[in-house]
């Protein structure tokens, strides 16, 4: 698919800085990140704007690093990867999640 115009919408204004709001339902996360994704919206975005990303396999927060004639770039703010997964035996809290060490490794049981 391709960027739609009415899926992006300001949620906030001020001091110079926007607070925009993306949602795809057809693109990947990688796809909305894309450079070049946002061209269309060129005339509305500035850099350093702020957008939020929902996206068919996703979701981030990004910035807009350029916004000029060769294009618009987005720079997450939050990365791509998905939190690893649980690995089977960890030690898990009453909350369910896993309990890390200092490391940020899993503690696994014995």
């Not at 990947?28 to 994704?37: F, I, S």
């Not at 690093?65 to 939190?83: F, I, M, N, Y």
Request: with cysteine; net charge negative.
């Amino acid at each position: 698919m391709a960027f739609v115009p009415v899926n992006l919408a300001v949620l906030s204004y001020a001091a110079g800085c926007t607070l925009w709001n993306y949602s795809s339902s057809e693109d990947t996360l990688g796809a909305v990140l894309a450079p070049n994704y946002f061209d269309p919206a060129l005339a509305r975005l500035r850099r350093d704007d702020v957008v939020l990303i929902s996206a068919r396999d996703g979701a981030a927060i990004a910035f807009v690093a350029a916004a000029s004639a060769t294009g618009v770039t987005l720079q997450s703010l939050t990365g791509e990867e998905p939190p690893p997964a649980t690995p089977v035996g960890a030690i898990l809290a009453e909350n369910g999640l896993a309990i890390l060490a200092e490391t940020g490794a899993f503690i696994l049981a014995d």
